[in-house]
């Protein structure tokens, strides 16, 4: 198993009428699928202030008392190493600011029973039912060089 490189996050905003905010992205790692906001910690920064950084960066809200639901790891091959990640999970229903697009994603709210599993990676369908419960999850992904899952397991 090769090497994790980069430290990212992700964050689940709910609110009262039992969505949750999905990001297209437009750009870059995992263009064209639903995901939550977040994204890479920079090397000064604690993984919970990186993921209010790129929320506010993002799609322009202000996230706050943030739920750490845990990690996933996420493992590739290895012509795709680079893409090896350990990803901090944070969800909240206290939110401030106007929503907006970005250059890097288009915001969405979802219904609880309408998450669009066919548009997303391949291994949400595995874990976000727990997350969006407000369950711990701590699971390792390892995927082949089409972004399909091998195996996983949870840590």
């Known amino acids: 198993m090769s090497a994790i490189n980069k430290i990212t ?3 689940y905003i709910l609110n009262d009428q039992s ?30 202030a990186a993921v209010i950084r790129e929320v506010k960066e ?3 809200l202000d996230a706050a008392d943030l739920v750490e639901l845990g990690f ?8 795709k190493k680079d893409w090896n990640q350990k990803c901090f999970i944070y969800s909240t229903k206290n939110f401030s600011g106007a929503l907006c697009e970005s250059e890097e994603c288009r915001p969405q709210w ?9 548009q997303m990676w391949d291994d949400d369908k595995y874990w976000y039912p727990d997350a969006l419960a407000g369950r711990a999850v701590k699971k390792r992904f390892y995927f082949d060089g089409e972004g399909k899952v091998l195996r996983f397991e949870d840590i």
């Open 9 to 11: 996050t992700l964050c």
């Open 19 to 48: 969505q949750v905010l999905l990001i297209m992205k437009k750009r870059g790692f995992g263009i064209g699928k639903y995901n939550g906001p977040g994204g890479k910690v920079k090397a000064d920064e604690e993984p919970k």
């Open 58 to 60: 993002e799609i322009g």
């Open 72 to 79: 996933i790891e996420f493992y590739f091959p290895e012509e």
């Open 110 to 118: 979802f219904a609880m029973d309408r998450i669009p599993y066919d």
